[in-house]
T-cell receptor
Framework: SQQGEEDPQALSIQEGENATMNCSYK?????LQWYRQNSGRGLVHLIL?????REKHSGRLRVTLDTSKKSSSLLITASRAADTASYFC???????????FGKGTLLTVNP | DVKVTQSSRYLVKRTGEKVFLECVQDMDHENMFWYRQDPGLGLRLIYF???????EKGDIPEGYSVSREKKERFSLILESASTNQTSMYLC?????????????FGEGSWLTVV
């Protein structure tokens, strides 16, 4: 079953603009992660935020987590054409380190 | 850097054939996973393994089996391939150091069953 659901499904912006993607989930989590996937390739880990954290930064990435609303957002600032990819959130709710992924947001950054 | 290697990037198989998808990781991770990815459905977990010879079903195990004879290798087996198993298959392994579970993915195997 899908735990995380990303919103929007697709997002198209101009280079230099900020891109915001959202993720909602249903059950309590240990942590939430964001991954990136270039077309036809494997997923690459971007950032992890623990359930007791509210905000985290990594370079041009900013992730927030609101456990009361069971939601997270990923902000990419000053986007570049190379940021064009699909972005997935993944939640870790139980044991065995099993992550459940959402369906992803396709981000297109136009030069 | 962690490396997860899927031996086949593109395969075309006939209906009814037995298919092996191989995955090797070089970081001594206990946990390994097989996902399939389909448009509009995201990633769905097929099977995972948390130790040699140990396996557990994921969300969509029907039509698949797995083998983990050595720690570094996790194989996905389609006993009798069907057209609805045409998909991209992703292998992954996980590090749990420092309380973090970060998955490392292979590049994916595109399987077409005709």
């Amino acid at each position: 079953s899908q735990q995380g659901e990303e919103d929007p499904q697709a997002l198209s912006i101009q280079e230099g603009e900020n891109a915001t993607m959202n993720c909602s989930y249903k059950t309590s989590i240990n942590n939430l992660q964001w991954y990136r996937q270039n077309s036809g390739r494997g997923l690459v880990h971007l950032i992890l935020i623990r359930s007791n954290e509210r905000e985290k930064h990594s370079g041009r990435l900013r992730v927030t987590l609101d456990t009361s609303k069971k939601s997270s957002s990923l902000l990419i600032t000053a986007s570049r054409a190379a940021d064009t990819a699909s972005y997935f959130c993944a939640t870790d709710a139980g044991s065995n380190y099993k992550l459940t992924f959402g369906k992803g947001t396709l981000l297109t950054v136009n030069p | 850097d962690v490396k997860v290697t899927q031996s086949s990037r593109y395969l075309v198989k006939r209906t009814g054939e037995k298919v092996f998808l191989e995955c090797v990781q070089d970081m001594d991770h206990e946990n390994m996973f097989w996902y399939r990815q389909d448009p509009g459905l995201g990633l769905r977990l097929i099977y995972f393994s948390y130790d040699v010879k140990m396996k557990e079903k994921g969300d969509i195990p029907e039509g698949y089996s797995v083998s983990r004879e050595k720690k570094e290798r996790f194989s996905l087996i389609l006993e009798s391939a069907s057209t609805n198993q045409t998909s991209m298959y992703l292998c992954a392994s996980i590090t749990t150091g420092g309380g973090r579970n970060t998955i490392y993915f292979g590049e994916g195997s595109w399987l077409t069953v005709v």
